[in-house]
């Protein structure tokens, strides 16, 4: 059987779905908002953002959008993603799955400070 490439989920991958909750983003946009909702603690590359957006896409977790109508006219081309309802539901169990283990750290003590 071969290796899936979102199983377990990257965390770049994992971000990306969560900065994609609620907005559609261009790819600038989904770094900018990694980094807001990270503290600054994850900033994703070209590479690492446009390999993982391409990983979703093939995923069915992300879809392309049309160009947003409160985009500014020039003459590049953005590329806008939209979280997919699959993505959607990925996302979540992700979440489940990353609360278990933060429930298995709480309980043996490795969490201090702000996170227990």
Excluded: C, W
Aim: no cysteine; charged share 35%.
């Amino acid at each position: 059987m071969p290796k899936r490439k979102l199983d377990p989920m990257p965390s770049a991958a994992f971000e990306i779905l969560l900065a994609l909750t609620g907005d559609d983003l261009h790819g600038y946009a989904i770094m900018r908002q990694v980094a807001a909702q990270t503290n600054g603690r994850v900033r994703l590359g070209p590479g690492t953002l446009y390999g993982s957006i391409q990983t979703l896409l093939e995923g069915k977790l992300i879809e392309e959008v049309d160009r947003r109508e409160d985009a500014r006219p020039g003459p590049e081309r953005r590329r806008y993603y939209r979280l997919t309802a699959a993505g959607s539901e990925r996302l979540r169990f992700e979440a489940e799955r990353l609360a278990d283990l933060l429930r298995v750290a709480r309980a043996k003590k490795v969490l201090r400070g702000e996170y227990v």
